[in-house]
């Protein structure tokens, strides 16, 4: 049995519904150790007979049997394995991968195999010194002379340590010395063993092997053997795979770097919309901050007024009062540290010194709410004294309002007694301080209102509480979330939230939802930074046609070919969301020092979760965008491709 066979081999070409026969029924058989050369005219079939052995071509009648296996019947991937351990292509156009160097070019191969990276490395010296090329590793194809480049294809070739080397044409873009040394150099690796299938029109190429096969007309002519094949070697002790992902990146880069002017406006063009989102969710955290900042400044956001929910017809007082019950339940909150029985109200409420008036439209009893560093000047209520602010003491004293601290003044309100009758209250107060203007409220302690009101024997009951969050402000939130749980028996909230935890919370809201309202018109730019992807990724494709064909020879599944150009786009990605991050830092780093000199606060404050969502949705886009490209890579004919110019 023939090393390898081939059995009645026919393939046609299709012109429409014409048909055009090139191989008519070719029965062959070849040994290892001969130099085998197929002689024939253009046209004669001879490059197609080169591609059905090659594991290239699979659309043909026949069979292809090597050491007694057929492979008529092999999967994609089985004749990617036969490509990459089996055969060794080099071409008469050399097909050289450009953006890679001669050294990098050989170790594509090698990076198929199970070799250490210090041996492949080794093993590409070793074949580039064996054809001669040792001073030129580092070169790139456009550097090299014709027969140079023939050399590295021949390096190439060899590296995998394949058993069957298929040389089209491989002197026919040479000149008469370079074709003789490349000549030898096929007949040494004849010589050790492995079996040399030349393809050529030249006679002279021909006679320099062990046997001519003629081919004319898609048959043989003749079969001649013109001197003693050489002894056949040992089998391939290499084993290969297909070219990893990390084999991928390494030539994606490659690629990036050879194009190197075209890519960074690529980039810069994707880091926009990037920049744009990041530097919108920036602003937003440092308005929200700010705005929480100043409110915070003023009063305490750990503490909550809690009131009745009432509907706005309901007269009974009593349905709005806090039971005990209430308060009770308020207290077993997790995160909450005490409540507080509260008392407001709205309007009737008067201040008399000597003979200045202010009328106060709501008073309460002073909360955990108000922060005591709210007070510009004195100390917060005790017992039968009152805090007023700003804004009220100018009321009695335009000129030196913060003269009223430790006087005496009359405070008086208008309600109704037991029996609903009109009564005025009044009690003599001394300020204890005075508050910024529109921070809380003008107010007396609990006990004080509960004296002014017994000074008539009416009773108060506490128509809000006051709840103090232990912990940071995030503990504010849950507590909000139990409270808003609460339901009466028509189902409806038991409790409203007053005071700054509510208008905080819903504050916030409005501000996120401004935020990520410009974020995402700032994010449309996104939509462009992927089109334009697509159509780089497109052209890269068509610019890289040869290269795929020349990969997809070498033995390079057509995954492997999908995950070079999603490797290209996650670099696109990656890159751009890098400079989209420098940017925004350096934009938020100037804006700040801006706003640190008018409003002592950082405007733009871009957080580690900001900095994440911009690169993995940077490489999220081109990742998806890269989608249709890579697969059209994978797809493309390798026959086809290497023919494209």
Do not use: C, W
């Amino acid at each position: 049995m023939a090393y390898l066979e081939l059995h009645d081999i026919q393939k046609s070409y299709y012109l429409g519904s014409e048909e055009f026969p090139v191989l008519k029924g070719l029965n062959l058989s070849f040994e290892q150790g001969e130099f085998v050369s197929i002689l024939g005219e253009s046209g004669g079939g001879k490059t197609t007979l080169m591609n059905i052995i090659g594991g290239l071509d699979s659309n043909y009648t026949g069979d292809v049997v090597l050491n007694g296996n057929s492979l008529r019947h092999d999967t994609n991937k089985q004749l990617d394995a036969y490509r990459r351990q089996t055969i060794g292509f080099i071409f008469q156009n050399f097909n050289l991968i450009s953006h890679l160097t001669v050294l990098q070019n050989v170790m594509v191969s090698l990076e198929m195999t199970t070799l250490s990276r210090k041996q492949q490395e080794e093993r590409a010296h070793q074949l580039l010194e064996q054809v001669g090329l040792k001073e030129h590793v580092k070169k790139f194809p456009n550097q090299l002379s014709g027969g140079q480049k023939q050399r590295v294809a021949i390096a190439r070739a060899l590296a995998s340590d394949p058993e069957i080397i298929i040389a089209d044409e491989p002197t026919g873009a040479l000149d008469s010395q370079n074709t003789q040394e490349i000549l030898e150099l096929l007949d040494q690796i004849a010589t050790d063993g492995k079996l040399v299938i030349t393809v050529t029109h030249s006679q002279t190429v021909a006679d320099f092997g062990t046997r001519i096969v003629r081919l004319t007309d898609g048959k043989i002519s003749e079969d001649k053997q013109i001197k003693e094949p050489y002894k056949a070697g040992n089998e391939n002790e290499l084993t290969t795979h297909t070219l990893k992902f990390g084999a991928t990146l390494k030539m994606a880069l490659e690629n990036m770097r050879y194009n190197l002017k075209r890519n960074i406006l690529i980039i810069i063009g994707a880091a926009i919309g990037i920049f744009s989102v990041i530097v919108m969710l920036g602003l937003g955290n440092g308005v929200q901050g700010y705005i929480n900042h100043e409110i915070y400044s003023q009063v305490n956001p750990n503490a909550l007024q809690i009131t009745k929910n009432v509907s706005s017809d309901n007269t009974d007082v009593n349905k709005s009062n806090m039971q005990t019950k209430d308060k009770n339940r308020l207290e077993k909150i997790k995160h909450v540290k005490n409540v507080q029985n509260g008392f407001y109200v709205q309007g009737g409420s008067q201040l008399r010194l000597g003979k200045q008036t202010a009328a106060i439209s709501f008073m309460q009893t002073f909360n955990p709410t108000i922060l005591k560093k709210s007070i510009t000047k004195g100390d917060a209520p005790k017992g039968n004294e009152i805090l007023l602010t700003k804004e009220i003491a100018a009321k009695l004293n335009k000129k030196h309002p913060y003269s009223l601290i430790g006087k005496k003044i009359i405070f008086y309100q208008n309600t109704l007694n037991k029996q609903k009758r009109p009564v005025t209250l009044s009690k003599t107060l001394k300020v204890s301080g005075i508050a910024k203007a529109n921070t809380g409220s003008t107010s007396v302690t609990y006990q004080t209102m509960k004296s002014i009101y017994g000074s008539k024997n009416i009773s108060i009951k506490p128509n809000f509480l006051t709840l103090e969050v232990t912990g940071s402000v995030e503990n504010v939130k849950p507590v909000q979330n139990k409270i808003k749980a609460f339901k009466n028996s028509k189902n409806k909230a038991q409790y409203m939230i007053t005071g700054v935890g509510g208008f905080v919370d819903t504050l916030n809201t409005y501000i996120n939802l401004a935020v990520n309202v410009l974020a995402t018109i700032a994010g449309i730019s996104l939509l462009v930074s992927a089109i334009m992807i697509i159509v780089v990724l497109y052209i890269s494709v068509s610019e890289r046609t040869k290269e795929i064909g020349i990969l997809r020879a070498l033995g390079t599944s057509k995954g492997s070919i999908r995950n070079l150009f999603f490797s290209e786009a996650f670099f696109i990605g990656l890159f751009s969301s890098v400079l989209a991050i420098i940017l925004a830092e350096g934009l938020a780093a100037i804006a700040n020092h801006i706003a640190e000199s008018g409003i002592n606060y950082q405007i733009m404050q871009i957080s580690t979760g900001n900095i994440l969502f911009g690169l993995i949705i940077s490489i999220a886009i081109s990742l998806l965008a890269a989608l249709a490209p890579a697969g059209k890579a994978a797809r493309l004919d390798p026959i086809e491709s290497l023919s494209y110019e």
